[in-house]
């Protein structure tokens, strides 16, 4: 068996006060978020999105961030697939941002909403023919018999749309995540690390978040 007890990093490079932060938790998350581009890290907005089934059976994947906005965030996905039926039936949900290059994490906690279908037609739009195609080929989350299948039915939609814009799917759309609950993470030496909260206070419709420092 791999002996894993030793491997182990000591962080370095910045810290994070509570001083050092935004009093809004978004404008804190697009701070580091461009942080993560200009340090050119490979999928900068990629997400760990962590949904819970009706039995209580927790389920994690990476997604992409597409949108940050004034009370929430926003990626699209097919309703159909396994995290799509879950947070149907439980909209409860967390995410986690990983960036070890900047050693640092945000966490955020909250709830999930489908986003108009205007919206979610504006982004298919742009993106690209071949990323369309793929939204109508894969029958997300479903049992396929192998690779081949899922190449013919690219390929058959492809041709269907050969001289015509694709439409969006009716099953394919955006969700949006109204955090409840922030964690900025900056890691430091010894374990000490910091770790800097916002919580949503009084009206749930309002910008109104409280800052606290947690023990790492």
């Given at each position: 068996m791999l002996d894993l007890t030793q491997i182990?990093?000591?962080?370095?490079?910045?810290?994070?006060d509570e001083t050092d932060v935004t009093k809004n938790p978004f404008t804190q998350l697009e701070t580091w978020l461009q942080n993560a581009i200009?340090?050119?890290?490979?999928?900068?907005?990629?997400?760990?999105?962590?949904t819970v089934s009706p039995e209580g059976k927790p389920s994690a994947r990476i997604v992409l961030l597409k949108e940050i906005e004034n009370d929430g965030i926003v990626f699209y996905s097919n309703y159909l697939s396994k995290k799509g039926?879950?947070?149907?039936?439980?909209?409860?949900?967390?995410?986690?941002?990983?960036?070890a290059e900047l050693e640092r994490q945000i966490r955020l906690e909250g709830?999930?909403?489908?986003?108009?279908?205007?919206?979610?037609?504006?982004?298919?739009?742009?993106?690209?023919?071949?990323?369309q195609i793929s939204a109508f080929a894969s029958p997300q989350s479903e049992k396929v018999e192998n690779r081949n299948w899922l190449e013919n039915q690219f390929a058959k939609?492809?041709?269907?749309?050969?001289?015509?814009?694709?439409?969006?799917?009716?099953y394919w759309g955006g969700y949006k995540i109204f955090p409840t609950y922030?964690?900025?993470?900056?890691?430091?030496?010894?374990?000490?690390?910091?770790r800097i909260v916002y919580e949503k206070t009084g009206n749930p419709n309002l910008n109104n978040w409280e800052i606290s420092r947690i023990a790492p």
């Open positions: 182990r990093q000591d962080y370095t490079q910045k810290t994070l200009d340090a050119q890290i490979t999928e900068p907005t990629a997400m760990h999105l962590s039926m879950q947070m149907t039936q439980n909209d409860h949900i967390a995410v986690t941002f990983y960036w709830v999930i909403r489908k986003i108009p279908h205007f919206q979610s037609l504006t982004y298919f739009q742009t993106r690209p023919r071949l990323s939609i492809e041709e269907f749309y050969k001289d015509s814009p694709i439409k969006k799917p009716s922030f964690e900025f993470w900056q890691g430091r030496r010894s374990r000490l690390h910091d």
